[in-house]
């Protein structure tokens, strides 16, 4: 079977499925699981949904897939698949992944994972511009990815690697259909290309996105949008093409979003792009790992914000993490928030903290301190 071929074949196995109204993400859990139809309730009132005409995924409450592809740690493949099953029993119904995360390690493990579940109750999406070629023992050099490797890869931002890239993703998943596809780290952060990024972008804006456009209309995917680090390439993107829906990573947490707040949220709106917020906690920094984001070495200032966020916190006998995981979530613009973990109690402590109550005089107390913008959202009590 050719490639075009496995994709449709794939997309119209699933899509009367997937198109179904009225589906509760939370019908099929028993009624003492976390996310029982009260507690679905109190998450919609804190994080209320707009009805944007463009594809949105399932819940805002997210799973991220590094974590899973031995990012930064290498962890065992029961505990990850435990993990996975973990957050849907806690009610995640969004799911992240990519290539590039431990080189097709998460997107294996992510597939096992709901390899039992029903497609047409979870929104999953990977991403395209790394191709993975085998390479016996390929030492990483650019990533944070653990443990022995089998493949490299190489940059391919074509139309022809934007369908080749999916359909190996739907290999490596073992899964029928992908719903969202991100173009990965087309970017100026990103170490392999640095100041080259303008020509990958130019040939992805030549090739992948309206290749992805297509796959769109033809019922392939339901979104597709960027996945990166920085907010030049969510513009760039913006005014040469027509995404769905962006993953910001590193840009909007409680250290700092004043830059996708007031430059990229309201020319993302007139279009009804949304928003997935990856790194949510910083890559850990707010909730106790001695990191920033995904480097070693500290910004000046971030630690003596986390230590003013810390005594608010303190002050209101509310638990950071939670309170980091909601402001991410608060804007109608983002349509998912996907933290990453590795164990069953980190993806039910992650699912909890959606659904907990925190008094707005902790927001307010935040903005009087100028320690978040005075005019951003914040969830409500």
């Not at 596809?181 to 952060?189: A, E, M, N, R």
């Not at 200032?301 to 991410?328: I, M, N, S, W, Y």
């Amino acid at each position: 079977m050719d490639r075009r071929k496995f994709l449709t074949q794939s997309s119209l196995l699933t899509a009367g499925l997937a198109t179904g109204a009225g589906f509760s993400a939370f019908a099929s859990l028993p009624k003492k699981e976390l996310q029982d139809a009260h507690e679905k309730t109190i998450l919609d009132d804190l994080f209320p949904q707009n009805a944007a005409n463009r594809f949105r995924p399932k819940t805002k409450n997210g799973f991220g897939g590094v974590a899973i592809g031995n990012g930064f740690n290498i962890n065992p493949n029961n505990e990850c698949l435990d993990t996975v099953e973990a957050a849907w029993n806690s009610g995640v119904r969004y799911y992240d992944t990519s290539p590039w995360y431990g080189l097709g390690l998460s997107e294996r493990r992510l597939g096992l994972g709901l390899k039992d579940k029903k497609r047409d109750e979870f929104t999953l999406s990977t991403k395209i511009g790394r191709l993975l070629v085998p390479h016996e023992d390929f030492k990483v050099t650019q990533g944070i990815w653990k443990g022995k490797f089998n493949d490299s890869y190489k940059y391919d931002y074509t139309a022809e690697g934007a369908r080749r890239s999916v359909e190996d993703s739907l290999q490596r998943l073992g899964l029928s259909s992908l719903d969202i596809v991100f173009i990965h780290d087309l970017s100026p952060d990103n170490g392999d290309m640095k100041e080259d990024w303008l020509k990958y972008f130019d040939i992805a804006a030549k090739g992948a996105m309206p290749e992805l456009t297509k796959m769109r209309e033809e019922g392939l995917i339901k979104g597709w949008g960027l996945g990166v680090n920085t907010i030049e390439p969510i513009l760039k993107t913006i005014e040469a093409a027509d995404p769905d829906i962006f993953l910001s990573a590193c840009q909007y947490n409680l250290i700092k979003h004043d830059d996708l707040f007031n430059k990229v949220f309201p020319v993302a709106a007139k279009r009804d792009i949304s928003f997935v917020i990856g790194s949510p906690l910083a890559a850990g920094f707010l909730a106790g790992k001695d990191r920033y984001l995904y480097k070693s070495d500290f910004p000046p200032g971030v630690k003596e914000k986390l230590a003013a966020l810390q005594k608010v916190a303190a002050k209101h006998k509310v638990d950071l993490r939670t309170a980091a995981l909601q402001f991410c979530a608060a804007p109608d613009i983002v349509s998912g928030v996907i933290p990453g973990s590795h164990t069953v109690q980190q993806s039910t402590e992650n699912s909890k903290s959606f659904a907990v109550k925190i008094p707005n005089d902790f927001w307010e107390d935040l903005k009087k301190q100028k320690l978040i913008l005075d005019g951003v959202t914040t969830p409500k009590s």
